[in-house]
């Protein structure tokens, strides 16, 4: 079992699904991925590496010879990996990790139109195109993807899950948003917020809209990168979850709260409201700020009992492995 990916040893939610799914699987799964080959950060999205000698790729393929192939991403070794197995004749299935058409509109301008013609292009001949929701799978539906498509849930690891959750202060809401700091993530939307003083904001990630943020919200806390017990006790130790992208396809960062006891509050579009029971682990609507209010009622002990038993990295890897080696759902 092969997967190709444009993106492994980054700090994202593509990454780290499939460094989970490795994790839990009993089977030999090979991964080729930029640090392996010459590469340079992308243009717009520096933590993409685009490899320099796809050449290469195209013989770590061949020498590896895998019964079954997974391609992730559609960067440069995703279009490798395509043209392999097309001139082999090699079936093979892929993912659907980023809404492209809505990310390049947003942080290039670039029209849908062109994007989602490629991204058509790109998974046409994949025996099954994997996403992580059903409202993802009905928008590729919507845009004229003709392939099977599947979808693939996610999971929590336990050393995320914190014992016990700090409980709700009389002061201060404490508001957290966790992932990559970058313009299309729409965080604007929480670090404004922190302008209003009943509202303590924290931002756990880095990225290159970090240090504007920081500049433009001097009472927002930015943290960095944590991993581990370190960041299940970030995700205790806050109220409400504040989710404001609106081009996200799923948001393993969600499920990490959820899972700690700590309801979401988010727009109403793909990706949240897939998760998110509304009115039960979190609110979701056009008021983002009345979302937060109403999460704050929510019953967080319940919340945390019913999402651990929702999300297993387990259930994740046997519908990916069902679908590479083509069983039936």
Sequence with gaps: MLIISDTFDQVNGVSNTYKNLIRVSDEKIDVLHPSMFKSVS????????LVINPWRVYQAIR??????IHIATEGVMGLVARSYCKKHCITYTTSYHTKWPEFMKRIAKFPEFFTKAFVRWFHKHSRCVLVPTPGMKEELESIGFKNEIRVWTRGVSSEIIAKQRTAQQDGQIRLLNVGRVSREKNLEKICELSEDSKYQVTIVGD??????????????KFLGYKFGE?????????DVFVFPSLTDTFGIVMIESLCNGTPVAAYDVTGP?????NGETGYLGDDLEENIRLCLSLDCSKIKKTSIKDWSWQTSFDQFNDALTGTKK
């Design 42 to 49: 992308a243009p717009l999205y520096p933590e993409v590496q």
């Design 63 to 68: 020498d590896i010879d895998p019964s079954h």
């Design 207 to 220: 990225g290159p809209y970090r240090a504007e943020l920081e500049e433009k919200y001097p009472r927002v």
């Design 230 to 238: 370190e960041l299940a006790k970030v995700y205790a130790d806050n």
């Design 273 to 277: 409201k897939d998760v998110i029971r």
